[in-house]
């Protein structure tokens, strides 16, 4: 069987991070990339040694020998793009948030329902091995009964060589191309997600957000708290979030000798008969095993395990390919996706309104 070919609707800085899954992979090859800005598209092909390129995405989308693609753009172009690669026949891996809204979740989601390809939002927290490695832990009874989760987030600076261009951030703070709320929203999609995954879905929301100016005219909505309780049992979870342009957080090099960005989260399970502590993420801002568990007095370690970010993203790709080849859906669902979305919202209304708000609300 030949490979897949997938193709990119984008090329921006997280592409970087997408790509290496590509390379060298038996089952699936990067095949062809799309961007608007021409310049950035003829470096990443000159970069990974594409010979298809785009400057429009429905030209990629007519190319028949296409199976998949994957959409890496800013979020008010999801919608759009998704439907009409699902019409044009092709799986579709999609970076989150599906969507600004409820609306467009709902118009993905009922495309990928009369379509007979796979279609998922990518959420490549659920595929980092700590985390990935606590989720069996906890599925398997090994703390006990789970009790709570704490998510604790942290944005400072990374010190020299951490700057990242305007160009990749400038569009993050426009809220008709993101959506509105780089923490909630944007950043804290990934968190909420991996809450939901964890503990099931969620009851209600309440939440305060600070709501700041930063450089260029950009409102940051940082600090912010939330709190939640879960549908099913006495479960609750809180999220936290500070910025601090005096913290150093440890960014890892990426490529061409550039970090990464200046965020880190850890994570706090409890259960009733002890806790997992997933201790880093998306850089190495704590000097400590990836994964704790305390257990009935004991303390074990994890190490052995791959502990980049970028592992997250070669997993996560690695199912999306295989989900294709199986047949079978891959996590997340456009409906999971929504759900996602539904509880970032919750938790902006909720700061607004000053009350306790539903996921169930945001229609």
Known sequence: MRKLRVGFIGSGGITELHYPAYKDNPKAELYAICDSDEDQLNERAAEWGIERTYTDY???LDNPDIDAVEIITPHHLHCEMGVAAL?????VSMQKPPAINVAECDTLIEAASRSDKVFRVFENFQYYPPMAKA???LDSGAIGEPLSIRIKCVQGKTGKGGEIPYRRWAWRFDPAQSG????IFDYGYHLFSVARWYLGEIEKVFSWITYRPIQYGWILDSPAVAIWKYKDGEKYGSYEVISSDDMLVQSKTLVKGRKGRAE????????????LWITRCTTNLLDRPPLIMYRDGVTTEYSNMPADWGSSFIAGINDFIDGIIEGRQVRQSGEEG?????????IQLSAKEGREVSPEEIV
Not at 87 to 91: I, N
Not at 338 to 346: D, T
Request: glycine share 14%; aromatic share 6%; with cysteine.
């Open 58 to 60: 429905r030209e990629l």
């Open 87 to 91: 019409k044009a026949g092709k799986h």
């Open 135 to 137: 989720k069996e832990l």
């Open 180 to 183: 509105g709320g780089r923490v």
């Open 264 to 275: 880190d989260e850890w994570v706090e399970l409890s259960g009733s008969r002890g806790f």
């Open 338 to 346: 929504k759900l996602v979305l539904q509880i970032c919202r919750a």
